[in-house]
């Protein structure tokens, strides 16, 4: 069971919850902050709703918030952009900082960070818009190919290639959404994800969870919206495989220098069980689909009470006695 923290509710203050923006996952962004602002609301945080894409960041000063929970996904809010206006208005924000929040929604970075620490990672090619050759990509990794932006989420632009015919679309397709596309092998086993709450030694991760959507294709229609994907939780892993799986992922949080929460999404190799880091998440969905929360309540943490530990673990890279 997660060890529950007294909090001072009174203590908060004022709070934004900040949803919407101007990215692809706009919509998952309300989802996610309209639950979140319930959550606060009903344990009696003086928690409001503020949607930077309709409002001026100066308002969150003029108005006297006090503190942010970012439940924005993608860019302007996922990227470190929303977290160094934070820091500049002296603000204290819920999850990674600016550099760990810029590198997370890098997936080139991020891979190139983790390669660095020795952590395993699908094998993978850059192309950059203006050289988006495709014809070498099956020979030089293989066939079926995962192909995605660098700098996006919730599946935005992310096409499975089984044949070579199917690439040039595939590429296209995800130039549409970033100037970098990654083209990476595809992993052929079990997905799953797993959470990780605190910062650095601190950190622990939460129960891994399993996937199962249909026809293996967890894209924004299973992940939102569809109550065919089955969330396994507990995962139903060998106990070894999980504690390896949680180990792995609290390490690649660590070199990130995650703060605050994320989640990781792995692949579980078939042939021999291998885990491979696929991405992390800073700013993690809190819809009714969403996966920490589930793994969340496996460990005795309900949805409430884990938006409000998010909420006062609240902090800026800079302490305020600096921005004095």
Known sequence: ???????DVGALGK??????GSSAERPVSLMSGQGVLEALCGQGVDAHAFDPSERDLSDLK???????????HGRHGEDGTMQG???????????SGVMASAIAMDKVMTKRLWQSAGLPVPRGVVLHRGALAVDHLPDELGLPLIVKPAREGSSFGVTRVTEPGQLA???????????????????V?????????????AARSLP???????????????????????YLCPSGLPEAEETNIQHLVVQAYRVLGCRGWGRADIMIRARDRQPFLLEMNTSPGMTSHSLVPKSAQAVGLSYEALCLR???AATLDTPPRLLA
Do not use: W
């Open 1 to 7: 069971m997660m060890e529950q923290m007294a909090i």
């Open 189 to 201: 086993g079990e997905e799953v994800t797993c959470a990780v709450l605190g910062e650095g030694a």
């Open 15 to 20: 709070v934004a919850v900040l949803m919407g």
């Open 169 to 187: 679309a595939a590429v296209a397709l995800a130039a549409q959404y970033d100037s970098a596309v990654v083209c990476e092998e595809c992993i």
């Open 208 to 230: 891994v969870i399993r996937i199962q959507a249909p026809g293996g294709n967890y894209d924004f229609e299973h992940k939102y919206h569809s109550d065919d994907t089955r």
């Open 85 to 95: 206006a934070l820091e500049m208005l002296g603000i204290p924000y819920t999850g």
């Open 310 to 312: 998010l909420l006062a």
């Open 62 to 72: 003029r108005e006297g918030f006090e503190r942010c929970f970012i439940a924005l």
